[in-house]
């Protein structure tokens, strides 16, 4: 896939963070890589049908990226935030990694917006409260460009619809990566549409936190 | 209705507001006084039917506090944001009054949460982004407490379910207010439940800004 400079926003925070912290830019540099590796065939491109509106499912996009940081980076997924264990509240943040350790610890979390608009502002607000409560050093959310987005499930939340409310990220160290397919294909036989609903996940086991 | 203390959130910064400013201190006053004065009957109690779970719309509920706003203290509907304006994105501030003068302006932008609770997040977002652009000075949140909201449309957003994330208001001059009602009743002849969708909405002509 492909992220371009302007769908790619990096608080002011996290820019002095990855200048200072070996282990922010190493963050940075592993998700963005994952984004980048996710393909469809063999050449490392990303292909996807654009045969007709909201004809695609995303579970397979954010499968294969969630795969590469499991696999190759050793993330974890599902990690709940000390905070909302307390509290009862809240679901766990989608992937998850420790790099610092137990004296110096240096904990990252990242959500892909698979939702709608309110859904992701509500991504947005949890990763801000993990910043906050310093369950987080960092915080990542990836989500699709509008243009990718008219292609995948109706109504999900797309890079430039929540851009505007940045301005609120200013003072967290906090990344939003808006990505694209490299190529699209508007004929079924060549590129046929990614399921729609949890019918792309592989059952293979995930990484679950839990099971850490 | 009632508004209990411990269903008020006021951040260190609304307190502070409210001790220099009487315009902020007016502002408080005329919401809280809008939901206090929200009844049913003419003794000024609010009852609702409790007779089974969800069996609620939220529009008449709402209607009450906006209508006092508008009639008794001048309230506005509908103000797009100026901000939102420029970039074409994101809906009008539900309730509006803008206190100050030209000079010395004093805008209060009031939202009345009827969504589920991803909804709320982008209700909450709004308002700080508009404190944020300078287009309002102060903010407030509505919303019902959780032994209401089981009687409300279902997934209704509730005050507990928010509370975890007025962490991230506390630099913002915002109020966040859980109203409950004064008396619950489960039978129907006595206490008809309250129509859902638009069905409870008066005919009447609201006072949108666009109007002003």
Not at 152 to 163: F, G, H, P, Q
């Amino acid at each position: 896939m492909r992220v371009l400079k302007k769908f790619t926003y990096i608080s002011p925070k996290a820019k002095n963070l990855m200048q200072a912290n070996e282990l922010a830019k190493q963050a940075f540099s592993e998700i963005k890589e994952a984004i980048l590796k996710n393909c469809t065939d063999d050449s490392g491109k990303f292909t996807i049908n654009s045969s007709e509106k909201n004809c695609n499912g995303v579970v397979p996009v954010k499968e294969g990226i969630y795969r590469y940081l499991e696999e190759c980076c050793e993330w974890f997924r599902e990690k709940p935030l000390a905070y909302f264990e307390n509290a009862k509240k809240g679901g766990p943040i989608d992937v998850y990694k420790e790099f610092g350790d137990k004296n110096n610890p240096f904990s990252v979390g990242l959500e892909f917006e698979t939702g709608n608009i309110s859904s992701a502002h509500r991504s947005m607000n949890k990763l801000l409260l993990g910043i906050q409560h310093e369950d987080l050093q960092m915080a990542f959310l990836i989500m699709p460009i509008k243009k990718l987005a008219h292609y995948l499930t109706d109504r999900i939340a797309n890079y430039e619809e929540l851009a505007p409310y940045f301005l609120l990220l200013e003072n967290f160290p906090f990344v939003v990566f808006g990505f694209d397919a490299d190529n699209y294909d508007e004929n079924k036989e060549t590129t046929p549409p990614f399921p729609k609903g949890k019918d792309g996940m592989s059952q293979r086991n995930i990484r679950k936190w839990q099971n850490h």
